[in-house]
């Protein structure tokens, strides 16, 4: 049984992120799991580090990006809507080209916050991060 309140077309979604960091980037949203959200991230000169390696903030970028995504799709959002609290990362495999893929799933869905896990993995799939970030749902009006 699938956890999200809604489910939008993952066009959609890309949409709404096409003119913020993410899009700046190329990460994309490529799928809706019945607990899982999938996206993706180039390694290219816009996330690279001089070292010629994915940057470690990209990975938290790709990161924070489907945590937070699919925390407000599990949520009323004319009701809710979530931020993020803390955000961790462990970096463990370099990856200097190609494509990495992250998949996002919940650890904790609560009333008032969520915890997500977030696995990045290599073009060969092997991981090379592994986040969590803790999300804060807060009602419209702030109280």
């Known amino acids: 049984m699938a956890i999200w309140h809604t489910i939008p077309s993952l066009e959609d979604i890309n949409r709404n992120s096409a003119g913020c960091m993410p899009g700046h980037i190329g990460l994309q949203i490529t799928g809706i799991g019945d607990d899982s959200l999938t996206g993706t991230l180039p390694v290219d000169r816009r996330t690279r580090q001089p070292f010629g390696i994915l940057h470690g903030g990209a990975s938290v970028v790709l990161a924070e990006t489907l945590g937070s995504i699919a925390a407000n799709l599990v949520v009323d959002t004319e009701k809710f ?41 290599d073009p060969s799939g092997k991981l090379s991060c592994i986040s969590r970030i803790t999300m804060a749902v807060v009602p419209h009006g702030g109280q």
Not at 90 to 104: F, K, M, Q, S, Y
């Open 81 to 121: 809507y979530c931020v993020g609290q803390e955000i961790n990362a462990n970096h463990l495999r370099p990856v200097a080209e190609g494509e990495v893929t992250g998949v996002a799933k919940p650890v904790h869905i609560g009333r008032s916050s969520q915890v997500w896990e977030i696995r990045i993995s």
